[in-house]
């Protein structure tokens, strides 16, 4: 039985035999493996343009903005001055929208944030009374107010009676400010929450009653109120939900 003896690059692997008699022949094979040399990364490797033209699109990151809504449609408007559940409610939204069209593109930096009017619309449409309750940027107050002033002619309020409500106008690529939701109008509001512990420290502690419950509308009442109910449309849900998330998300947990 012949010995074989058999070498892999370094290695020798070697079978041996007992003392080797004539009879016995040994073949030697020699089988070569050459390792492909290791390539390392060079340290001094410079970037192309292209890679360069990213790098700093990414370090110079671009401002959002958000271009202004565009104006009701006079379809809106019909609606709005009809409608008059939840105090006008398509006439207050309508309104904010026609002055937001107004301010131009909001873009991210010092001159975004929000302003909060109160507001009387005299029975006719025109403007009665305009208070600034609170804003955070001087910038989109006075692009508000210059849109209020220069707004075109509105039409009658839906009662026929002054329309006194509060409006936030939101200069902000971040807003969320798409139509409300009419489905729930004819039932009665939620009451605030007030936390009946309060207590200023100074005076007398008494324990607040909570607010008493919106009464339900009577059956006259109600007829027309769901008489004036519009479809709800998928911008409509689709604000709402949003308008949820803006407010009860978190970054942290990424909903």
Known sequence: MPVVAISASQHLLTLRQPTKTPDQEVEFFFIKTELQPEIEPSRDRSITKQEAAITQAI?????????????????????????TNKNSKGYRHSWGQQVRSMMGTAIEGPDQGEVRFRIEIAPNGTLAKLDTLWSTSAHAEK?????????????????????????????SPFASDGPPT????????????????????????????PAPTEPKLDAQAMEECLRQLPKDTLEAEMARDQRIMDQWGSSKTGR
């Open 182 to 209: 009419y489905k729930d109008d004819c039932l009665p509001d939620t009451p605030a929450f007030k936390n009946p512990f309060a207590w200023d420290g100074k005076s007398e502690q008494v324990k607040a009653q």
């Open 143 to 171: 692009l508000a107010r210059k849109a209020i002033q220069n707004m075109p002619a509105l039409p009658p309020t839906p009662t026929g009676k002054p329309l006194i409500f509060e409006k936030t106008i939101s200069f």
């Open 59 to 83: 370090s110079e990151k671009l401002p959002a903005t958000m271009a202004a809504p565009s104006a009701p449609t006079a379809e809106e408007w019909t609606f709005a001055s009809k409608y």
